[in-house]
């Protein structure tokens, strides 16, 4: 998984119900991400954190929450407040200060669906 | 806020012809864009990427063009083949300290 995995690869949630979706990265990157993909609406980020125990909002964080206790580990909480959280989500990840430069790793992503 | 727009949305090519996708960023601090390629299902995969510094580059059958002036960057893909067909992203790096995506544009070629 080039360094970066993501788990489970797909998920169900019943309403009213809260996930975690797990993402560990072995690439000694400090920084990382999570992006929401819905078809026609490309990525969307919804936290990201640069730092161990720092985070911040991105664009669509309402819903969702995180934690950053190592730096290996990123998970993800999809919150019974997310009203539509089907959706694929991708984990990425980069080195300090080189986001600028080479981009990001990607996990392989977690297919949640609510039933 | 920042944006990335990126056009067209989807676009059907016959084997061996050119593909070509547009971006335009709004940041004029962005100094990095790459360009991403995801199959169905599959991670985004980086292809090819350009810095603020340079006008063009090239990888075998893809290029990019950056045109900083216009705040505009392109993806050229020449000879293409059935596997080029994906999802494609353009990104810009945005002041925040992240990529910043387009919406994608759905490639598909034809046999």
């Known amino acids: 998984d080039g360094g970066i995995t993501q788990s489970p690869k797909y998920l169900f949630r019943k309403e009213g119900q809260n996930v975690t979706l797990s993402c560990e990265q072995n690439?000694?990157?400090?920084?990382m991400y999570w992006y929401r993909q819905d078809p026609g609406q490309g990525l969307r980020l919804i936290y990201y954190?640069?730092?161990?125990?720092?985070?911040q909002k991105g664009d669509i964080a309402e819903g969702y929450s995180v934690s950053r206790e190592k730096k290996e580990s990123f998970p993800l909480t999809v919150t019974s407040a997310q009203k539509n959280p089907t959706a694929f989500y991708l984990c990425?990840?980069?080195?300090?200060?080189?986001?600028?430069?080479?981009?990001?790793?990607f996990g392989s992503g977690t297919r949640l669906t609510v039933v | 806020g920042e944006n990335v727009e990126q056009h067209p949305s989807t676009l059907s090519v016959q084997e061996g012809d050119s593909a070509v996708i547009k971006c335009t960023y709004s940041d004029s601090a962005s100094n990095y864009f790459p360009w991403y390629k995801q199959e169905l299902g599959k991670r985004p995969q980086l292809i090819i990427d350009i810095r603020s510094n340079v006008g063009e580059k090239k990888d075998q059958r893809i290029a990019v063009t950056l045109n900083k002036t216009a705040k505009h960057f392109s993806l050229h893909i020449t000879e293409t083949q059935p596997e080029d067909s994906a999802v494609y992203f353009c990104a810009a790096f945005g002041s925040q300290g992240n990529l910043i995506f387009g919406k994608g544009t759905k490639l598909s070629v034809k046999p």
């Open positions: 954190s640069q730092i161990v125990n720092d985070f």
């Open positions: 690439l000694n990157h400090d920084a």
């Open positions: 990425a990840s980069s080195a300090a200060g080189t986001a600028a430069y080479y981009g990001y790793t």
